[in-house]
């Protein structure tokens, strides 16, 4: 069965620093891969999908993939206080009927 | 802007008590599915639904039944619930349900069980 995990758990950046969140999963066929994000009490918020190796970028959000070494990555360019939230990874595979296998999620602090 | 609606945003109850939690969705998607978010953040997947008929039904306790009444609601029932029940229920839909999709998720249902 599919694993998805993120590293690391929690994370502290200066405010216009470079954030980076690490995603490694165990089946080498997925091939759909999501960054959501979560503020506390809010539902989730894509920011980046990504489905082949390489990179995308979307606004100040960056996904790298490597299926090869099963990792994908998000950086924050330049973040700000209100980046402050629950990172996700999600990972699924084109056949599989829109089910996500979720990480158990970074945690982003941005200092101003 | 928020396209899946969940009622209600909290809810307190008891030890074996029977709850029900509502999800509309007005995007004109096919597929609606319930997740769970447990305390640690972990979201896993419970039911989905296309077109109201049932497609994923991951390893739940029989206690948990999705009803749907047509293809833009559908709600979660819990009958007597368990202290393992407390979590976020989290609503979302997609257009047909193929992997490929974007997922939109409502904002959540937080459960506590006393």
């Known amino acids: 069965q599919q694993k998805v995990q993120q590293s690391p758990e929690s994370l502290t950046v200066s405010e216009g620093a470079m954030a980076s969140l690490n995603c490694t999963f165990s089946d080498g066929t997925s091939n759909n891969f999501r960054w959501y994000r979560q503020h506390s009490a809010k539902g989730l918020e894509v920011l980046v999908s990504i489905f082949s190796d390489g990179e995308k970028e979307e606004g100040r959000f960056t996904a790298h993939l490597n299926r090869a070494n099963l990792h994908v990555s998000l950086h924050i360019r330049e973040p700000q206080p209100s980046d402050s939230a629950v990172y996700l990874c999600a990972v699924s595979m084109s056949y599989n009927q829109g089910k996500l296998i979720f990480g158990q999620g970074t945690k982003l602090s941005i200092k101003p | 802007e928020t396209a899946v609606f969940q009622t209600p945003n909290y809810h307190v109850t008891q030890v074996g008590n029977e709850v029900s939690f509502n999800c509309k969705q007005t995007l004109g998607h096919d597929t609606m599915y319930w997740y769970k978010q447990d305390s640690k953040k972990l979201l896993k997947i419970m039911f989905s639904?296309?077109?109201?008929?049932?497609?994923v039904n991951e390893t739940v306790p029989r206690r948990f039944s999705p009803q749907s009444s047509d293809k833009a609601h559908l709600n979660l029932r819990i009958k007597s619930v368990e202290p393992e029940d407390s979590a976020v229920y989290l609503c979302a839909s997609s257009l047909t349900g193929g992997g490929n999709e974007r997922l939109f998720f409502g904002h959540g249902t937080k459960l506590s069980v006393l």
């Open positions: 639904y296309n077109n109201k008929q049932l497609i």
